[in-house]
């Protein structure tokens, strides 16, 4: 079992920077990848970055150049920074873990943020 928490969200202005940061803890060994996920009011829950255990990252188009992805030094916790935010960005963003050789996936609760125009 995995328990994934986040946190750093809030309000912040269009242009402005958030971090987010998201603490494993649990069965933390067999964790491959953690990304971060996002879903807006009225849709579908979507990507928007990934790290593997190599440090590999992955990014989607609408965040590319804006936001990183990376490590803590303890390599359980992740973080997400965010940089020229925008109103669409406004959004619940999910910490995810996707374990091996299982491949089961764990989820965190979400932390809020709003971007204001």
């Known amino acids: 079992q995995v328990q994934l928490v986040e946190s750093g969200g809030g309000l912040v202005q269009a242009g402005g920077s958030l971090r987010l940061s998201c603490a494993a803890s649990?069965?933390?060994?067999?964790?491959?990848?953690m990304s971060w996920y996002r879903q807006a009011p009225g849709n579908q829950r979507e990507f928007v970055a990934r790290?593997?255990?190599?440090?590999?990252?992955n990014y989607a188009d609408s965040v590319k150049g804006r936001f990183t992805i990376s490590r803590g030094n303890a390599k359980n916790t992740v973080y997400l920074q965010m940089n020229s935010l925008k109103p669409e960005d406004t959004a619940v963003f999910y910490c995810?873990?996707?374990?091996?050789?299982?491949?089961?996936?764990?989820w965190g609760k979400g932390t809020l943020v709003t971007v204001s125009s």
């Open positions: 995810n873990a996707l374990t091996l050789p299982s491949g089961r996936n764990y």
């Open positions: 790290i593997t255990n190599g440090d590999s990252t």
């Open positions: 649990g069965s933390i060994f067999s964790i491959s990848t």
